[in-house]
């Protein structure tokens, strides 16, 4: 039996505690009223168990009037980390829960475990949600909302790493553009570009003033995209991934090998070798019939930066591996 501790969160269809489970202390403890929604998540939970970047879920405690979902607790949402880390906003400490929780607010911006924010201060932490939304599309969920609320931070071993809830309740602001009663994979991908650039900007919305979600809402339905100063690999990624148009948008392997996750000693070295394969297409046809077959598109001595530009050129099933992307 579960012990019901502090009140963590509090929405219009459930209640987060802190609590303690089966000797384990500091679990999660989610009550929901309404029992049958809370079986069909944790039905999902149990599903997706084996996901590296997905909450677990311990047991499901179904009483006459609500259903009670032990899950594994993190030390904060994304929202919170990014809000401290990056704007020195810290929750109020009206509890003991919230109180644990500046604590490691705090120390993870001591400490500058997500560095100065140059290029990208939480490059670890996007690739764990696009890992878990990766895995949540393999296994064919399609109703999943993602937003900042919805990824938990947990620290490990010295590193922090983001894992996603199951929540299927749609927010105001974080949703793909109409039509919204037809989920699918695609519109997925337009939540985790939203997310994306959330964690880019440390905590800015692409679509308006992050504080206003229902203008974000109307900005996101009419493509009134406000993207900030970004690097060319950072707008390349995220305006492909907020296509209006859902089949236009990138596929998780497109995002997982794109420019934007190369590091540098990956850039330089494709870069010197595609000048020295620049240097020896020494007749000119050679550069036409690569762009007859459109593999890098309007080709220049700019080396690499050329090649991001025309990136959206490639189709999606193309992009299995970065070398390809540089035959000639």
């Keep these: 039996m579960a012990k019901i501790g502090l009140e963590i969160s509090r929405t219009t269809r459930a209640t987060v505690c802190e609590g303690d489970w089966d000797g384990r202390k500091s679990v999660a403890i989610k009550r929901i009223n309404d029992k049958d929604k809370a079986h069909n998540e944790a039905i999902k939970y149990k599903e997706y168990d084996k996901g590296l970047n997905v909450v677990r879920l311990h047991y499901e405690d179904v009483r006459e009037d609500h259903s009670d979902l032990i899950l594994e ?13 990056f704007w020195g906003r810290f929750p109020e400490t009206n509890t003991e829960v919230s109180s644990k929780k500046l604590d490691f607010l705090r120390k993870i911006r001591d ?15 996007i690739k764990d949600i696009v890992n878990a939304v990766g895995y949540l599309q393999w296994k064919g969920e399609l109703h999943y909302n993602i937003e900042p609320d919805n990824v938990f931070i947990f620290y490990e071993a010295g590193a922090l790493r983001a894992k996603l809830s199951l929540s299927q309740d749609g927010t105001v602001g974080w949703r793909a553009p109409k039509p919204k009663n037809h989920p699918s994979q695609e519109n997925l991908m337009f939540g985790l570009g939203l997310v994306v650039y959330y964690c880019i900007t440390g905590g800015k919305h692409a679509f308006g003033d992050i504080d206003s979600p229902a203008q974000c809402q109307k900005n996101i339905d009419s493509n009134k995209l406000q993207l900030g100063v970004l690097s060319e690999e950072s707008r390349d990624m995220i305006t492909h991934l907020l296509k209006p148009i859902a089949t236009d948008r990138l596929d998780i392997p497109s995002v997982l090998c794109h420019p934007f996750f190369w590091d540098i000693k990956k850039k330089s070295s494709l870069n010197t070798e595609l000048n020295i394969k620049l240097r020896s297409a020494t007749q000119s046809h050679q550069i ?5 077959e459109k593999k890098i598109g309007d080709l220049t001595t700019n080396g690499i930066s050329a090649s991001l530009r025309n990136i959206r050129n490639f ?3 193309e992009t299995q591996t970065i070398r390809h992307l540089f035959m000639i």
């Design 73 to 85: 607790k993190a030390d904060c949402t994304l929202t919170e980390l990014m809000n401290s880390y």
């Design 111 to 125: 400490e500058k475990l997500l560095g100065d924010g140059k290029p990208c201060a939480s490059l670890k932490i």
């Design 315 to 317: 189709s999606k099933r």
């Design 288 to 292: 036409y019939a690569l762009n007859k």
